[in-house]
């Protein structure tokens, strides 16, 4: 059964740092290119960050040099470090593969504030 699990979200001030995993009980992960999105209250869902089965990765613009998207294949996990946090990063974060055609997990809600 596909299952996507979240975790290590949190309240932090803003400057503060979290790092986020998810676990994927997906088949073929490690030839998949898995995507950290985030939806804050209000707004449409956004892709901020995805990684390649080589190791490429990308960014949006608005967490490019803030946010390090990392997998191990070996445990079919994909992680997201999140440093120098602001109060518009908060949201719910998910993970799925960058085309998001897997059920979304529930999510790991990051809130951002002093």
């Known amino acids: 059964q596909v299952q996507l699990v979240e975790s290590g979200g949190g309240l932090v001030q803003p400057g503060g740092f979290l790092r986020l995993s998810c676990a994927a009980s997906i088949t073929r992960f490690i030839i998949t290119t898995m995507g950290w999105f985030r939806q804050a209250p209000g707004k449409q869902r956004e892709l901020v960050a995805t990684i390649t089965s080589g190791g490429n990765t990308n960014y949006a613009d608005s967490v490019k040099g803030r946010f390090t998207i990392s997998r191990d294949d070996a445990k079919n996990t994909v992680s997201l470090q999140m440093n120098s946090l602001q109060p518009e990063d908060t949201a719910v974060y998910y993970c799925?593969?960058?085309?998001?055609?897997?059920?979304w997990g529930q999510g790991t809600l990051v809130t951002v504030s002093s």
């Open positions: 799925n593969t960058k085309s998001s055609n897997l059920p």
